[in-house]
């Protein structure tokens, strides 16, 4: 599966929006972006996905470049409980098994 | 509530002891997965199963085993024969083929070998 890169660690004050970018240049047709995140001692959450539309749900938006070379995960408004490390993967379909989790973002949100 | 149930939380261990993790999941799924998490690195994949009573190693398989004998329960084994055991588990689980294709995961397991 191919792999994705993000940056290892951002900062966002409360209440601005924080916009976590992620390159995954060797992307297929077939490839899913999803990103996840994981709050201290717990497993990763399911935040959003999406093939080549611009998406939105309740907990952020995720804006997917015309190439697909390219994604962003878009949180409105940071709050303190946004603090995690951000995860942005590629899933196959079919579904590959071996999909990649790397470092990931390391959010931080200031008071 | 549909959910993964990992156990126990928290595990220690003797050196040379095998410990056997236990992941359930009520979701319906086909799909288990395993990871292996260390301090400040992202998920590491031990082994997954597509079905009932197939699985393959991830890339990091050395001193682990599993069995898929139910499609509920895919317990994970960390044998003595683990170099460096010590890390947090997480057991994750999705659906086959088409789909959203998300993962679901449970809240770890995190394993101290003394």
């Known amino acids: 599966d191919a792999k994705t890169t993000q940056p290892n660690s951002m900062e966002s004050n409360e209440e601005e929006p924080v916009h976590l970018p992620c390159n995954h240049s060797?992307?297929?047709?077939?490839?899913?972006i999803h990103w996840y995140r994981q709050l201290p001692s717990q497993g990763p959450e399911y935040v959003i996905h999406g093939l080549t539309s611009n998406v939105n749900n309740r907990m952020a938006s995720l804006a997917i470049a015309e190439d697909r070379k390219s994604s962003t995960l878009i949180l409105h408004r940071a709050t303190l409980r946004d603090a995690a490390v951000y995860y942005c993967?590629?899933?196959?379909?079919?579904?590959?098994?071996?999909?990649?989790f790397g470092p990931g973002t390391r959010l931080s949100v200031l008071p | 509530d549909g959910g993964i149930t990992q156990s126990p939380k928290y595990l220690f261990r003797k050196e040379g002891q095998n410990v056997t993790l236990s992941c359930e999941q009520n979701l319906n799924h086909d799909a288990m997965y395993w990871y292996r998490q260390d301090p400040g690195q992202g998920l590491r994949l031990i082994y997954y199963?597509?079905?009932?009573?197939?699985?393959q190693k991830g890339d990091i398989a050395e001193g682990y085993s599993v069995s898929r004998e139910k499609k509920e329960s895919f317990p994970l084994t960390v044998t003595s024969a683990q170099k460096n055991p010590t890390a947090f588990y997480l057991c994750?689980?999705?659906?086959?083929?088409?789909?959203?294709?998300?993962?679901?995961f449970g809240e770890g397991s995190r394993l101290t070998v003394l």
């Open positions: 060797t992307i297929s047709g077939t490839d899913y």
């Open positions: 994750a689980s999705s659906t086959r083929g088409t789909g959203t294709g998300e993962l679901f």
């Open positions: 199963s597509q079905i009932v009573n197939d699985f």
């Open positions: 993967i590629l899933r196959a379909i079919p579904y590959g098994q071996n999909f990649v």
